[in-house]
């Protein structure tokens, strides 16, 4: 398969993880008018993608680039998930709208160019983070702004719609379709279809999700004594964001192990978070920061002929730590600042319909 039909095969599959997610999250989302949500969705997925294609065209680099689309595709995802946390908080369109686009700009872009484009701005390959599937520009970007969001609004924050949950079977297709398309995505990235790592990637991405299952419902039995689809489907969820990074890179094993321990940690957190606070968007921080965090480190420790196991070397872990930390530092502050804004806005929206807080 050549480069143009492989690149927009994965742009595509990216793009249905929008939708598929939608579902998922949908206790997250303005429940007044269904048909507005899916139009902010829309625009918010739209105009990141664009975002990027637009500041694209300044590095060249990155614009003749075979990973440019479906990096776009991921600049949508990414926007689509950083405006989760603020339509938690306001059910109004145009904070949303506005965090995320700007979000896209100035948190998505430049981490996606140094993790994804390093020669582009004169960062050697060899010396930044190993993260095949963009899990630094998305996953732990995204659960980096929720956990300051979520820290700072917890006076603020609309009243929770968690019960506004989708029944067991849309939600199981949904998190299939999910799966599915990161799994394409994956291979996508690669740039190529061979016979060793294509296969890899496959059975990594298979394998990873099935044991974060086992990992998060172990959790869920121990702290509640439940066992549920939606469970189920955020152990799935966890184990893909946790195979992000590396699923060209770990043994079967390797790959199980990491899946597990993320099914095992994003469960207890999320659990914990959401009994304190009774807020389900704890899962944003959970199921995506912590569980590609996981994934990056195990990296660090596993990566097939490049971990610690392998070589007796801590350079990569070093790497993949810094290389996070310096992510959630970036993605809270910015966050942070952009939240205060959109909050003011959201609350002169409210002022304006004569609404009060």
């Known amino acids: 398969m050549n480069h143009p039909v492989l690149t927009i095969a994965c742009a595509l599959a990216i793009l249905a993880v929008i939708p598929a997610m939608s579902i998922q999250y949908r206790e997250f989302l303005d429940r007044t008018s269904l048909r507005k949500s899916i139009a902010l969705t829309v625009l918010i997925s739209a105009g990141s993608l664009l975002i990027w294609l637009l500041i694209s065209l300044f590095l060249p680099a990155?614009?003749?680039?075979?990973?440019?689309?479906?990096t776009a595709a991921l600049a949508a995802v990414a926007a689509f998930l950083a405006s989760l946390t603020i339509r938690d908080t306001t059910s109004r369109a145009l904070p949303a709208a506005l965090f995320s686009l700007v979000w896209t700009a100035l948190?998505?872009?430049?981490?996606?160019?140094?993790v994804l484009f390093p020669a582009s701005v004169g960062i050697p390959v060899t010396v930044g983070p190993l993260d095949l599937g963009g899990a630094l520009p998305v996953q732990v970007a995204v659960g980096a702004g929720a956990l300051v969001v979520?820290?700072?609004?917890?006076?603020?924050?609309?009243?929770?719609?968690?019960?506004s949950r989708p029944r067991s079977w849309p939600l199981l297709l949904s998190g299939l379709v999910t799966w599915a398309g990161w799994l394409l995505g994956f291979v996508g990235l690669e740039l190529t279809v061979d016979n060793v790592v294509t296969p890899r990637i496959i059975e990594?991405?298979?394998?990873?999700?099935?044991?974060?299952?086992?990992?998060?419902?172990?959790?869920q039995r121990i702290a509640s004594a439940t066992t549920t689809a939606s469970g189920a489907v955020a152990?799935?969820?966890?184990?893909?964001?946790a195979i992000s990074a590396g699923s060209a890179y770990f043994t079967p094993m390797w790959a199980a192990l990491t899946g597990l321990v993320a099914g095992l940690a994003a469960s207890l957190f999320v659990t914990r978070r959401i009994r304190?606070?009774?807020?389900?968007?704890w899962y944003l921080v959970g199921g995506h920061l912590i569980a590609a965090s996981i994934g990056l480190l195990m990296l660090g420790?596993?990566?097939?002929g490049l971990g610690l196991i392998y070589n007796g070397q801590l350079t990569l872990f070093q790497t993949q730590f810094l290389s996070i930390a310096v992510v959630v530092v970036w993605s809270g502050l910015v966050s942070l600042l952009l939240?205060?804004?959109?909050?003011?806005?959201?609350r002169g929206h409210l002022v304006a319909s004569g609404v009060s807080r």
């Not at 990155?62 to 479906?70: G, K, N």
């Not at 420790?301 to 097939?304: A, H, P, S």
């Open 62 to 70: 990155v614009s003749s680039s075979p990973l440019e689309y479906p």
């Open 107 to 114: 948190v998505f872009t430049p981490i996606a160019i140094v």
């Open 150 to 163: 979520l820290t700072f609004a917890r006076r603020w924050a609309v009243e929770d719609r968690s019960h």
């Open 204 to 219: 990594n991405t298979l394998i990873a999700p099935v044991f974060a299952v086992v990992g998060w419902l172990i959790a």
């Open 235 to 241: 152990g799935m969820l966890s184990g893909v964001v």
């Open 276 to 281: 304190k606070t009774r807020r389900h968007a």
């Open 301 to 304: 420790i596993f990566g097939l």
């Open 339 to 346: 939240w205060l804004v959109v909050r003011r806005v959201a």
